[in-house]
Structure formats: structure tokens, C-alpha cells
């Protein structure tokens, strides 16, 4: 499962290259994010790691702000879907097996 703000993949398209790039270039947009942060005039930065020994990605966001630039507040949105990987590739494959992996969300408290 992942969490995504992208549409839906046509399974039909897979193996369509022109449909397949255009799908993969969306996930760079930002009217296609999931997640995103909201600082005023803060400097916010994102790194991506992926934990050696899982399959997952985290997400760190740093806010960084002069005394005279602090925002009086910060806005995190999440928008978007809990969904199955979708399978947008150009070579033909079926879609993966399930692996019975088990789904959890968590927030941290800041």
C-alpha cells in the first residue's frame, strides 16, 4: 500500500510508453502531492531515506526560519488516498502478488 495523490492508472495503458512517461512524470508534480507543508516565509527542505532493512520511505522536513521570519504557525496537509502501488511500466508484466504486509499510520508528537 501507499500513500499517493496521483489518479488512478488505466491497467489497459501498461505497455503504452507515451501513457506510461506521462503517469511517471505527474508523480514529480506538486499539484500531485500527498503531503505538503505550509511556513510562511520559512526556507522548507524534504530528504527522502529509505531504513536499510525495510521496505519503506520516510520523509524528514526541516523548517528553518530567521527570528524575524518565524511563521506563527505551520500547516501540514495531507491530501489523497491509501491505495495499491499502481503498476505503470512500459514492459509487460502482471502486477505483483500480495505479500499479506499489514498497513499502519502513525503521527509523531512533536
Known amino acids: 500500500m501507499e500513500l499517493t495523490g496521483l489518479p488512478l492508472f488505466d491497467p489497459e495503458l501498461r505497455g503504452n510508453v507515451d501513457a506510461v512517461l506521462r503517469f511517471r512524470s505527474w508523480m ?3 499539484e500531485h502531492a500527498f503531503l505538503w507543508v505550509e511556513a510562511g516565509r520559512a526556507t522548507i527542505t524534504a530528504r527522502e531515506v529509505a ?3 525495510t ?3 520516510v ?3 526541516a523548517i528553518r526560519a530567521s527570528r524575524r521570519e518565524r511563521p506563527s ?3 501540514l496537509h ?3 488516498r491509501l491505495a495499491w502501488p ?3 511500466q512500459i514492459g509487460e508484466a ?3 502478488a500480495g505479500t499479506g504486509a499489514r498497513i499502519w499510520m502513525a503521527s509523531m508528537s512533536m
Open 28 to 30: 514529480r508534480r506538486e
Open 51 to 53: 531504513p536499510r532493512g
Open 55 to 57: 521496505r519503506g520511505v
Open 59 to 61: 520523509q524528514r522536513v
Open 73 to 75: 504557525g505551520i500547516r
Open 78 to 80: 495531507v491530501r489523497g
Open 86 to 88: 499502481t503498476v505503470a
Open 94 to 96: 502482471d502486477p505483483p
